[in-house]
């Protein structure tokens, strides 16, 4: 069974940075595309960013110039590298895979077809 799990979240200040980081098992890691999600209080989750396997990345205008992806695959690790974070970032952050055949097909970074999805750390950027 698939497996992701995130961490690296808690409490920063604005303008801070933070990295996340999301561990993979399970599964064949080398054939999954992974991509982040947020969600904030009383919004819709909102995707942000994705990554294949061989380094490939795509933004979200909303994230764009401020938060990196990148991925170790030794590690079965992608991080998400956050800078410059604002209040408004604050939501939980959650990491999900997709078969790569699938992802590449994607247009947008939209929930529906993720295959494995992590339960998701806190970020909580305060004023």
């Known amino acids: 069974e698939g497996q992701l799990v995130e961490s690296g979240g808690g409490l920063v200040q604005a303008g801070g940075s933070l990295r996340l980081s999301c561990t993979a098992s399970?599964?064949?890691?080398?054939?999954?595309?992974i991509a982040w999600f947020r969600q904030a209080p009383g919004k819709e989750r909102e995707g942000i960013s994705g990554i294949t396997y061989e380094g490939k990345t795509r933004y979200a205008d909303s994230v764009k110039g401020r938060f990196t992806l990148s991925r170790d695959n030794a590690k079965n690790t992608v991080y998400l590298q956050m800078d410059g974070l604002k209040p408004e970032a604050t939501a939980v952050y959650s990491c999900?895979?997709?078969?790569?055949?699938?992802?590449?097909?994607?247009?947008?970074?939209?929930?529906?077809?993720?295959?494995?999805w992590g339960e998701g750390t806190l970020v909580t950027v305060s004023s």
């Open positions: 999900a895979a997709e078969h790569f055949l699938s992802y590449e097909r994607r247009s947008e970074l939209y929930s529906y077809g993720m295959d494995y």
């Open positions: 399970g599964f064949v890691f080398k054939n999954y595309a």
